[in-house]
């Protein structure tokens, strides 16, 4: 493979940038799901699942993972615990017997509903600033972006 030419130093700063954002949202993100977790007795992963399930309802693991991105193997730990402390069921599904969805119990809803201040609705009211031509132009960017690193990911683990 050949290397790439070499980048002005202009456009090396505009990448530079660019993580920078990237990873200060990321870190950010990860410090306050973090911080209100520990408010919530939870962990940062729980709270996330306590969230998504809250929003959208009964998800099988593998969907589950999908959404938080993390292997099934570790949801699975997750979900472990958090059934172990009541916040939710592993129901299965009458559609196919095969299937497991993860759903809140009471006294998880009633934790999702305490919690209320997420990183995910900062962004939102964040993303709220920006004109619809400018989300759209984002969300298409970021698509392009998550799309090549996925690809990168998913040929790293073909090399190794």
Do not use: C, W
């Not at 095969?98 to 962004?123: C, D, N, Q």
């Amino acid at each position: 493979m050949s290397r790439p030419e070499p980048l002005s130093p202009e456009v090396n700063a505009a990448v530079d940038a660019i993580l920078e954002a990237i990873l200060y949202l990321y870190t950010e993100s990860r410090r306050i799901t973090k911080e209100v977790a520990k408010r919530a007795s939870l962990t940062g992963p729980q709270l996330t699942v306590v969230k998504i399930l809250e929003q959208i309802g009964d998800l099988s693991l593998s969907e589950l993972s999908d959404r938080i991105r993390a292997q099934n193997s570790t949801v699975t730990g997750i979900i472990d615990r958090m059934e172990r402390e009541g916040l939710v069921d592993r129901v299965r599904s009458t559609e196919d017997r095969r299937v497991v969805r993860i759903r809140l119990t009471k006294k998880g809803f009633a934790l999702a509903r305490e919690v209320s201040v997420e990183p995910m609705e900062m962004f939102r009211a964040a993303l709220d600033e920006l004109s619809g031509i400018e989300q759209r132009d984002l969300l298409t960017i970021l698509t392009k972006l998550a799309k090549r690193v996925q690809m990168m990911v998913h040929d790293g683990r073909k090399e190794t």
